[in-house]
Every structure is written in C-alpha cells, then in structure tokens.
C-alpha cells in the first residue's frame, strides 16, 4: 500500500496504478461490441440540468476550451474534430463514438476513489484530483459532442422525410 511507502515509491506505486487502470479500460473499450454504447441507454440519456447541452456553453464555456485539448483517433482513424460526412450512418457512427469516449473517461475517473483509499489523504486527495482533471473535461466534451450530433441527425431525418412527403405528393402517391 502507498501508505507505507516513501514519498517517491508511493508516487511510483499510484503511477502505475493509475497507468494499469487507464490501460485497462482502453482495451475493455476498444474490445467490447460497440452495442455497448448505445446512446439510448440510461448512462447517455441527457440529465434534465443539462438542458439538451446548453449546460455545457452556457455555464462551462465549453466552446471556448474544448478544441485545445487532444483527441484520441482511434485504429480505424475516426477524427472526432470535425464532420466528414453528414449521412445517417455516419452520425450513427459518431454518436456511439461519443459514449465509448464518455465511457473510457469517466471509468477512468473511478480510479480517483481507489487513489484516495489506498493513499493518505495529502497524498491520495491531490493525486485523486489530477486524474479527475484529466479525465472529466473529456468525458463533459462527448456529451456536449452527443446533444449537438443528436439534434443534427433528427434535422436531417425531418428535412428527408418532408423531402419524401413532397416528393410523393407531387408523383401523385
């Protein structure tokens, strides 16, 4: 235990710790079926106080922020910097992408509680407060991301349907 560690090998003993569970929740991540993340599951819904993302730029600025951090692109190269493509599919596609990193990020979280137990607590609490910080702000951006790809997919689904409508309409149907 870090406890009863020096002050060097408690930091190395958390270090690793925290770099195992990170790693770890990267492979679980990229291993299980993306069914997993399915955005209508309870865990992705939007919160009431979120205000279908208006939380997010209106009280965190998120705006302001969020393209100054990095971004993982994953093996099968999915940038989540900006659309490629506005198709159904695509935007299906992006928002799963949203919860797996929604996922990872506030998994990685957890290890903040593991930190805090394991540790004493001028150790434990500002250890426990870095990993929360390096993890959070991640986790807040893929919601923030999901709200507004949501509301861009039901656009595109009205304005084909109202396209079909009309089209039908016209040929008679």
């Known amino acids: 235990m870090p406890k009863d560690q020096t002050f060097l090998n408690a ?5 690793l710790i925290a770099a195992v569970w990170h790693f770890s929740t990267f492979i679980i991540c990229v291993s299980v079926d ?7 599951k309870k865990m992705y819904l939007p919160k009431k106080w979120e205000r279908g993302g208006k939380f997010y730029s209106d009280v965190l600025k998120i705006n302001r922020w969020k393209d100054m951090l990095p971004q993982h692109i994953g093996k099968n190269g999915f940038s989540k910097d900006h659309l490629d493509d506005v198709s159904i599919e695509y935007l299906d596609e992006f928002i799963m ?26 150790m434990g609490i500002p250890l426990s407060f870095l990993v ?7 986790a807040l951006i893929q919601r ?3 709200f507004r ?11 084909e349907q109202l396209k079909n409508k009309k089209a039908a309409l016209k040929s008679g149907g």
């Open 97 to 122: 992408e949203t919860c797996r990193g929604e996922w990872n990020h506030s998994m990685n979280c957890m290890i903040s509680v593991v930190i805090v137990i394991i540790n004493t607590p001028v």
């Open 34 to 40: 993306t069914s997993f993340f399915d955005p209508e």
């Open 132 to 138: 929360f910080l390096g993890n959070l702000p991640f």
């Open 144 to 146: 923030y991301n999901r």
């Open 11 to 15: 930091m190395v003993i958390n270090i």
């Open 149 to 159: 790809l949501q509301r861009l997919r039901s656009t595109i689904i009205r304005k």
